[in-house]
């Protein structure tokens, strides 16, 4: 019994705020190591997800070419990492194929290569990227509010599911992150002080950010709004002539550094080869003529050259996203290409550890309770950046909810690590504002609980992160029935599927595989089966002139179907989808005899 009241009076120390700086870096650096290995060994049996193909072979070919020919709709910052480890490889790269997606295909599958070797490898820097994300979330915290809300932010980062899911895959979803969180930083640093050194920092940040995904040119407006707040908050104090000055000097310093590293990516890229593909895929997207005509005319001025390559891969990403797209969105039994307003809002309540939901709204509640406003002015002066971090949440939110393109909750990543720092600011202020001994007691021991859960509610779903959903959702197992694509299913299953086909000696198996080879004619489910493998391409997703749609499937056979492909062709129109709903429809009448790690199901029909 002694031992527990010690124990329990260390723990209210502890949650008091009252712990050394030592003990917290042994205590964070311990977070980040596990985060790092939970990172790694949940990836070892994943097979490359879609997204991952195109970006490695471009990595790639940007490090060893110097030609930005390939994947041009996302900057190079995150390829050019990913690709560093495969320098130390003798690989082959297919140089004469001109089609992105089937050199990426080529590249990994088809020239000789080992591509679960390249994979794993190229997934490593991502991991780096990820651990660096997370210290730098825990060091700006620390600064802001001290160790114990550090600590917190830590937890909360390092147990999240979504972070372990994508930290690890050679996308731009946790670079982009990482991008906002240091050109935030840094920018309000430099309003704070705006020293040369502040002034240079932030310039080269947000040249950073803006080289990791062009989403992040958000950050420009931002910036702009956050600028006049602090201009009205402070016009009597400070020289806004000086400041608006050096804003531009930061603004100069983000445009060279974009300059500096496109200029490295067109080394080898000549001004004719980029007219003439810039000129081929802007003829795609005529409803951006005005920029795709400053586009023109900067490719044709040598010095303006990577201007030009970078508007271009605005324009095929702004068009894509906001313009055009048109993907087949599967939420809640429904399907549309319109996107829906609540997607967002749903996915991040099933796709976030109950816990989190709790302490956000303890942070909230405790929040409103001691929220004490004499003037605006005096309480957005004392708490600049809490109201910065809040605006940016809400600004980009309002974003994705109205965007078309529902693809993930990787969307919106970028404003977890500011949610995480307010609910650990929120926490701490009910403790230390929470007077009453036992009262204090139960608020420190309901945290305790709450974090228990969140961290338990993480390492129980490994190593299937990338569909991790609550237990609202009916965990990893079942989230397939509320939402797909790369909130399940982005491919990772494959080598799953393999094993368990060789497990069950099965000699032969159709397969509908999301994101397979089908162009190429090359399917990667032949390549790992052979002749095992025969390709299914039953989904409407995939029903275009290419080919037309199967017949009845015959029986006697195995069908392995992807939950994307399952899902989006059962789901229910919705405004005026324009898909071949219903073809897997007839499979409602038989039960899967598998389900292969999360994403992919396989009947046996009789």
Known sequence: MAEIKIFKERLLIFFSGK?????????????????????????????????EVPHIAAGYSYLTQQRYWLNPEHPPLVKDLAAIPLLFFNLNFPKDKLQEDITGWDFLYHSGNNPDQIIFWARIPMIFVLIFLGWFVFRWTRELVGNLPALLVLFLFSFSPNFLAHGGLVTTDVGATLGFVLAIYFYLKFLKNPTIKNTILSGISLGAALLL?????????????????????????????????????????????????????????????????????????????FFNNITLWLVQIPILRPFAQYLFGFIIIYSKVVTAYAWPTYLLGLITNHGFVYYFPVLYLIKNPLALHFLTLIAFLTAW?????????????DH??????????????????????????????????????????????????????????????SVIILLAWYGVSSIVSFPYYLSYFN??????????????????DAGQDLLRLVKWVEKQGINKIYIDYFSDDWRTGKSITQYYLGEKAIPWYGSSIWAYSWYSQPGEFPRGNYLAVSATLLQTDRGIPRDDYQGYWGYYNWLNNYRPIAQIGTSIFVYYIP
């Open 384 to 445: 600049f950046t809490e109201f910065s971090i809040t605006t940016f949440i809400i600004i980009y939110l309002i974003i994705a909810i109205s965007s078309k393109s529902n693809i993930g909750i990787r969307h919106i990543l970028p404003t977890f690590p500011f949610i995480y720092i307010l609910v650990s600011i929120g926490i701490k202020n009910w403790i230390d504002r929470t007077k009453t001994p036992n009262v204090k007691k139960i608020a420190v021991f």
């Open 471 to 488: 237990e609202l959702a009916g965990g990893p197992k079942g989230g397939y029935k509320y939402v797909v694509d790369s909130n399940v």
């Open 213 to 289: 995904k062009f989403f992040d040119t958000l950050l420009i407006p931002f910036f702009g709004f956050i600028f006049l707040i602090f201009i009205f908050l402070r016009l009597k104090e400070i020289n806004w002539k000086d400041y608006f000055k050096k804003i531009l000097f930061i603004g100069l310093i983000a445009v060279s550094v974009i300059w500096l590293i496109y200029q490295f990516h067109l080394f080898n890229y000549s001004q004719e080869e980029q007219l003439s593909d810039i000129k081929s895929y802007l003829s795609y997207y005529p409803n951006t003529t």
């Open 19 to 51: 712990i050394s700086n030592r003990s917290t870096n042994i205590i964070a650096a311990f977070l980040l190591i596990l985060m790092f290995l939970i990172a790694v060994f949940s990836l070892k049996g994943d097979t490359r997800t879609s997204d």
């Open 369 to 381: 309770r001691f929220l004490e406003i004499k003037s605006l002015k005096e309480w957005l002066n």
